[in-house]
């Protein structure tokens, strides 16, 4: 019974620090930002997206308009917007509301925006480009100018035309509208089957929603063998000293185990390999600094609570014991043997 207090109470503190932080979305969008992790997401997008469009072989795209083009439209705001949307459609599953995750994300209006920033980088630079000479008009031909190579500003040259037609030689998958074929959603998450991702994964809402309980039944089971633990023993005043004891000893342990773990943690953190691990570790950290707070607060509490414990039983007296009654019955000894002393002294032998 004591052993079962004692997990109970130290499962009790864990499972409600760990609710605290993964039990509601707002937790994790709040360490997702202080830890900076969209910055370097969208960085790392545009990175990988601006590479692949440089391979395009339909137009020499300029490297640094492709890299301006997606900038200007992966910002490390768009990158915290879809990500949130993803979380909280992600726990209105979790929690049980809805069969899959609820999120959406509209690739095609992304894909257009980055398709009308090339096009307007495409009209900026011709419009900076001097006029052209009688020679280079002689080479140039007018009905194939790539706004990137051409040397010169034509004149007459239909700007917008030509924003227009760079834009669709672009857009090579001629599906930059926004519909249902351009967004990324849970119930298009199939795997090789052709299953969907999340319905094969149905067991995680049940353990999510398990975890959402356990507070309460560790908080009951406490309460039971603690109760129990008081009760079956005799004197009752001993029950209740292994009970503070192992309060204050499970109080200890918490403390060890945040030490030892914000010391793990800060080591892995230092010795990240690259910066998205870096980013990862930060994003841990800052959840499990969410964690360590709530997890001290039971330690504290644990152990004051059993040191209060420890001196209150100093006091409670063992059922039946009388203070007054040992002083009344040495002075009625000494009583008995004051008269008993007078009655020898009065028998005097005759003589």
């Not at 509209?106 to 011709?126: E, F």
């Amino acid at each position: 019974m004591a052993s079962l207090f004692s997990l109970s109470i130290l499962a009790l503190a864990l499972v409600i620090s760990t609710n605290s932080v993964i039990g509601t979305p707002d937790s994790i969008k709040s360490a997702l930002r202080e830890s900076d992790v969209y910055p370097v997401l969208s960085s790392r997008i545009v990175e990988s997206f601006a590479n692949k469009a440089q391979e395009m072989p339909e137009t020499k795209l300029n490297q640094k308009a492709i890299d301006d083009a997606f900038a200007k439209t992966i910002t490390p705001s768009l990158v915290q917007n879809n990500v949130e949307n993803i979380i909280s459609g992600t726990y209105s599953w979790l929690d049980g509301s809805t069969s899959t995750p609820t999120f959406n994300i509209n690739v095609g209006d992304i894909q257009q925006q980055i398709i009308n920033n090339l096009g307007d980088a495409s009209v900026t630079r011709l419009k900076g480009l001097p006029a052209c000479t009688v020679e280079q008009l002689q080479q140039l031909d007018a009905n194939n100018v790539d706004p990137f190579t051409i040397p010169c500003n034509p004149p007459g040259l239909d700007l917008a035309q030509l924003r227009k037609q760079f834009q669709a030689q672009v857009d090579t998958s001629g599906n930059t509208k926004s519909n249902d074929s351009t967004n990324i959603s849970a119930d298009k998450m199939v795997n090789s089957a052709g299953q969907n991702v999340f319905s094969q994964a149905d067991y995680v809402p049940k353990l999510f929603q398990l975890g959402q309980k356990l507070p309460w039944i560790f908080g009951l089971i406490a309460i039971l063998s603690g109760v129990a633990l008081v009760y079956f023993n005799k004197p009752r005043k001993q029950g209740i000293k292994s009970i503070t004891i192992m309060a204050i000893v499970a109080g200890i342990l918490l403390l060890l185990l945040v030490t030892i773990t914000t010391i793990a943690l800060r080591y892995l953190g230092n010795n990240a390999p690259g910066i998205a691990a870096e980013v990862a570790m930060s994003t841990i950290n800052t959840l499990y600094r969410q964690m360590a707070i709530s997890l001290k607060v039971f330690a504290s509490s644990y152990i004051l609570l059993g040191l209060v414990g420890l001196i209150t039983i100093r006091f409670i007296k063992p059922p039946g014991q009388n203070t007054n009654a040992l002083p009344l019955t040495t002075d009625t000894t000494a009583a008995d043997t004051s008269i008993s002393g007078s009655n020898q002294s009065s028998h005097i032998p005759p003589l």
